[in-house]
């Protein structure tokens, strides 16, 4: 603990300029950075209306976003929150609970964190902490969800849309619109400065809410599987990827389609690891399948991906202007002046951290990001923890995952 606070406050310990090596069994016996308290649980819902429905002329889309906001009994520090947006093909429940633990909202005063297995909402709510958990629009249902290849997003929460409505929407479902749905439902039920924490494909948020006009102030830059704007994601892949933009993009070409998870698929992507447990895919599948989607919008892995080359066929088919695609091109680093960032990644994250690393370690994403940043930054932080994939925060220890956030915001942001 000394060791990650020195690391943290002064910068004592770290590699690489912001590097600090955690060892598994430090991360493990992370204690509590404050006592435990009880919280209660809110549902919340917005919505907007952007962008033209060709089925009914003069109409614009309604799109539904939903999110459950946890508020502790205790405020253990004054004016802050986390807002946690999810990556592809989940929802809030990614933060909410686990895989293998109980879907129950457990009072961690009496129950040991350690064996609680629930999701890092509820630990970080327990340690005093207001927690916003979001659903993007189409990805939360009230009822548990068909076989994969049925569903179909729920743009209108309650709603299943026709084929050719589906297909409209996912024409225009754009991190232009997800980014003005956010920040009417972060507007509506905070008015505490926050963190906003995107796991994954949610990372490109915390880039884009300033200057699109959020009201809250953004505290700093946290992340666990966050990564990078996608116009720095294009120059990563330039200079790693093994594949030309033109090959990376093909399997997206069929725009107006949605990817469908499998467990083949997670494998493949290096999400499972030793410290899961649940088992094998295949079961961490079945346990979800009835709450987790399980489906991206091919549009959203286009902008965050940064397959450009597809641009002239979207303008094409989507019909909008310039101004709302591809705006994860347009996030400006000067924001990140005056904010400090701290990141965390698993060694086994394979997109985060093990790509890359073959060319050297400036080449692996989160230190490529982090060296983009540098020049902006007030201060950062990288701490890399062992055993741990992309989903480092549902598998097992994730309470040391929620203390390790807190942590920071008690002894690295606050300074």
């Given at each position: ?43 919340v819902q917005e919505n907007i209306r952007r962008y033209p429905n060709p089925e009914r002329p003069g109409e614009l889309f309604q799109w539904d976003i939903h999110g459950r906001l946890f508020t502790p009994a205790t405020i253990s520090?004054?004016d802050m929150a986390v807002v946690m947006i999810h990556g592809g093909a989940v929802n809030e429940y990614e933060f909410i609970f686990t895989p293998d633990g109980p879907e129950e909202y457990l009072d961690l005063t009496k129950t ?304």
């Amino acid at each position: 603990m000394n060791k990650l606070v020195a690391a943290l406050k002064t910068g004592a310990g770290l590699k690489d300029e912001f590097i600090y090596h955690m060892s598994f069994d430090d991360y493990k016996t992370l204690p509590d950075p404050y006592t435990r308290t009880i919280f209660t649980v809110k549902e919340v819902q917005e919505n907007i209306r952007r962008y033209p429905n060709p089925e009914r002329p003069g109409e614009l889309f309604q799109w539904d976003i939903h999110g459950r906001l946890f508020t502790p009994a205790t405020i253990s520090i004054p004016d802050m929150a986390v807002v946690m947006i999810h990556g592809g093909a989940v929802n809030e429940y990614e933060f909410i609970f686990t895989p293998d633990g109980p879907e129950e909202y457990l009072d961690l005063t009496k129950t040991d964190p350690e064996k609680a297995r629930v999701g890092v909402a509820q630990h970080i709510a327990s340690l005093g902490i207001p927690v916003l958990a979001i659903s993007l629009p189409g990805h939360y249902s009230r009822k548990p969800w068909p076989p994969i290849a049925e569903r179909r997003p729920e743009f209108i929460i309650g709603e299943i849309p026709s084929d050719t409505e589906l297909k409209n929407r996912l024409a225009v479902y754009t991190f232009r619109m997800c980014t003005e749905v956010v920040k009417a439902l972060v507007e509506k039920n905070l008015n505490e400065a926050i963190f906003m924490w995107g796991h994954s494909t949610g990372g490109e948020y915390f880039y884009l809410m300033e200057q699109f006009g959020l009201k809250n102030k953004l505290i700093g830059g946290l992340g666990f599987g966050t990564g990078m704007p996608a116009w720095v994601r294009k120059e990563w892949d330039l200079a790693c990827a093994k594949k030309s933009p033109e090959e990376r993009a093909a399997p997206f070409r069929n725009l107006t389609d949605l990817s469908r998870r499998s467990p083949k698929g997670y494998v493949k992507s290096g999400y499972v690891g030793p410290n899961q447990p649940w088992g094998s895919a295949e079961r961490w599948f079945e346990l979800e399948n009835h709450r987790r989607p399980q489906f991206k919008p091919f549009l959203q892995d286009i902008e965050h991906s940064a397959h450009d080359v597809l641009l002239s066929e979207i303008k094409k088919i989507s019909g909008l202007p310039d101004d709302d695609l591809f705006i994860t091109y347009k996030s400006d680093l000067n924001r990140l002046r005056g904010k400090k960032l701290l990141h965390i990644v698993g060694e086994r994250d394979k997109g985060h951290w093990i790509e890359g690393g073959e060319k050297g370690l400036e080449f692996r994403r989160e230190v490529y990001a982090f060296n983009r940043f540098k020049p902006f930054a007030e201060a950062l932080r990288l701490i890399v923890v062992p055993n741990l994939t992309h989903y480092g925060h549902v598998e097992s220890h994730n309470e040391r995952l929620a203390n390790l956030m807190v942590t920071g915001f008690k002894e690295y942001f606050r300074q």
